[in-house]
């Protein structure tokens, strides 16, 4: 498949800004693409000319523009799982006081599409847009745990398991191990495995054809957590996931 230079360029422009750089000169931006900076300013006004970048009039570095905000609203508000789950975002965040997340698989990654932040914490490490490994969270492995074994051959290849805490799994063999616990149990967890001092379970969310198509989970500080309220949360998030699965049309049309 051939690919246009020109929007390649401009696209890889735009994956050049993220959470901690938010605003990049010119120079900077010419640096890391390898290109001239009369080329890269082209490029730029090009992608200004249509919202996607804009310009800080005060020190003159460019940053991501609104047009961008705009078409991810579009993108989000056409996932249907996402207009069904918001009550029960809600709801459990108000039951349990915890900060409550929806994912979805995207490539090898985990990607949080909403949440609710909870009273008794804020789980800092999440923001709706941001990714997350599957290997180190209690909804990545959700995502992956159910998929066919060609299908888990195919995102484990060259897949890096890197260590974001003392806790997390590093090799595949034992992340297979994990999926085939999750199979067992129908939800998995995450004990302080992407983040220390953090705890959180996910239950998947599955259509009509029986397919996970999102995970969502509770995150909590581990600090106060026992066993009692850990089986209240998994109860209720348990719960809430079927319901919603079954609002998808699982064990309905579903064979």
């Known amino acids: 498949m051939p690919i246009i230079q020109a929007v390649d360029r401009a696209l890889r422009i735009l994956d050049l800004f993220n959470e901690h750089e938010s605003e990049l000169k010119i120079t900077d931006i010419s640096e890391r693409m390898h290109l001239h900076k009369s080329t890269v300013h082209s490029l730029l006004k090009t992608l200004q000319s249509h919202g996607y970048i804009e310009q800080n009039p005060e020190n003159g570095k460019y940053r991501l523009g609104m047009k961008l905000f705009e078409r991810g609203n579009f993108v989000i508000q056409g996932l249907d799982v996402r207009n069904i789950v918001k009550r029960y975002l809600l709801d459990l965040s108000v039951k349990t006081g915890y900060t409550v997340h929806l994912v979805i698989l995207d490539g090898k990654e985990g990607v949080y599409i909403d949440k609710v932040e909870g009273t008794s914490g804020v789980v800092m490490y999440s923001r709706i847009g941001r990714r997350v490994p599957i290997h180190s969270s209690a909804v990545g492995k959700v995502l992956v745990a159910f998929k066919s074994d060609e299908e888990l051959r195919e995102i484990l290849a060259g897949y890096a398991f890197v260590a974001h805490t003392e806790n ?88």
């Open 168 to 255: 997390t799994i590093t090799n595949e063999e034992a992340f297979l191990k994990e999926l085939e616990k999750v199979r067992s149990l129908g939800y998995a967890v995450d004990n302080q495995e992407n983040e220390p001092g953090v705890y959180c379970i996910a239950v998947p969310i599955r259509n009509h054809l029986g397919q996970v198509v999102a995970a969502m989970s509770i995150s909590t500080p581990i600090a106060g957590l026992g066993k009692e309220k850990t089986d209240t949360v998994l109860t209720l998030l348990k719960q809430a996931g079927e319901e919603i699965s079954a609002k998808m049309g699982y064990g309905i049309y579903s064979s």
